[in-house]
């Protein structure tokens, strides 16, 4: 397996463009979800998909964020219009359950490195 | 509100040393302990997990110290290596939740 794709790898781009990042994740988990790291903040949660619906987005920070899972093997996250502030490193990652007790293990992609000048 | 408190924030050991983060958390309702472990550039990935019905567990060189009544974990890095060099990052998540939080990373560094 390929583990999670992630696409745009870096993206620059000038504020109040639009930025869409997009993740494949691995075949066969149910959930999804997109995070946001920065050195100020760490790892965020911004959002989440269990069988492509959204299940809670409490941690999108602005309007200006958006995410869609049209089916079960692509998400997309779109910021419109981008802020200098909105520079991070953005990660998806999809789950397995491990079959114990309610453990499971989170897979991540690479990230997209975000730069909005 | 920062749940999940992690120390120290870098940490150098000499090869063959002992690494050791420190975790708190405050809320009693996590039940699941991973740590993950980041490579530059790359995503974190789950290295060990715990839960509370063990005091410890080891995997290999890595051990997981769990102390429910303080409210507190830890992960050992034994016989550090080179390799080991990376940030790593504890999380808490409920029972049957799905939302893990993460602490805030330890950089570690472990010189030849």
Same mark, same amino acid.
């Given at each position: 397996d390929a583990g999670v794709i992630q696409s745009p790898r870096h993206e620059v781009t000038e504020m109040g463009q639009e930025v869409t990042l997009r993740c494949k994740p691995i075949s066969g988990h149910d959930y999804l979800f997109w995070y946001r790291q920065t050195m100020m903040r760490g790892l965020e949660l911004l959002i989440y998909f269990n069988n492509n619906v959204p299940i809670d987005d409490s941690g999108m920070p602005e309007d200006r964020f958006s995410a869609k899972m049209p089916n079960a093997s692509f998400s997309t996250l779109k910021i419109q219009p981008s802020e200098p502030r909105d520079s991070a490193v953005y990660f998806c990652a999809s789950r397995r359950d491990l079959g114990f007790g309610g453990s499971y293990e989170q897979f991540f992609g690479p990230g997209t490195r975000l730069t909005v000048l | $509100? %920062?749940?999940?408190?992690?120390? !120290?924030?870098? *940490? @150098?050991?000499?090869?063959?040393?002992? =690494?050791?983060?420190?975790?708190?958390?405050?809320?009693?309702?996590?039940?699941?302990?991973?740590?993950? $472990? %980041?490579?530059?550039?790359?995503? !974190?990935?789950? *290295? @060990?997990?715990?839960?509370?019905?063990? =005091?410890?567990?080891?995997?290999?060189?890595?051990?997981?110290?769990?102390?429910?009544?303080?409210?507190?974990?830890?992960?050992?890095?034994?016989?550090?290596?080179?390799?080991?060099?990376?940030?790593?990052f504890c999380a808490a998540d409920k029972a049957a939740g799905n939302k893990l939080t993460f602490g805030g990373g330890t950089r570690v560094l472990v010189k030849p």
């Amino acid at each position: 397996d390929a583990g999670v794709i992630q696409s745009p790898r870096h993206e620059v781009t000038e504020m109040g463009q639009e930025v869409t990042l997009r993740c494949k994740p691995i075949s066969g988990h149910d959930y999804l979800f997109w995070y946001r790291q920065t050195m100020m903040r760490g790892l965020e949660l911004l959002i989440y998909f269990n069988n492509n619906v959204p299940i809670d987005d409490s941690g999108m920070p602005e309007d200006r964020f958006s995410a869609k899972m049209p089916n079960a093997s692509f998400s997309t996250l779109k910021i419109q219009p981008s802020e200098p502030r909105d520079s991070a490193v953005y990660f998806c990652a999809s789950r397995r359950d491990l079959g114990f007790g309610g453990s499971y293990e989170q897979f991540f992609g690479p990230g997209t490195r975000l730069t909005v000048l | $509100q %920062q749940q999940v408190k992690q120390s !120290p924030q870098s *940490l @150098i050991v000499q090869k063959g040393g002992i =690494s050791i983060i420190n975790c708190a958390y405050e809320n009693t309702a996590f039940d699941y302990f991973p740590w993950y $472990q %980041q490579f530059p550039g790359k995503g !974190p990935a789950l *290295l @060990i997990a715990i839960r509370p019905d063990v =005091s410890e567990k080891k995997e290999g060189r890595f051990t997981i110290s769990f102390n429910k009544s303080a409210k507190q974990f830890s992960l050992h890095i034994m016989d550090s290596q080179p390799g080991d060099s990376a940030t790593y990052f504890c999380a808490a998540d409920k029972a049957a939740g799905n939302k893990l939080t993460f602490g805030g990373g330890t950089r570690v560094l472990v010189k030849p």
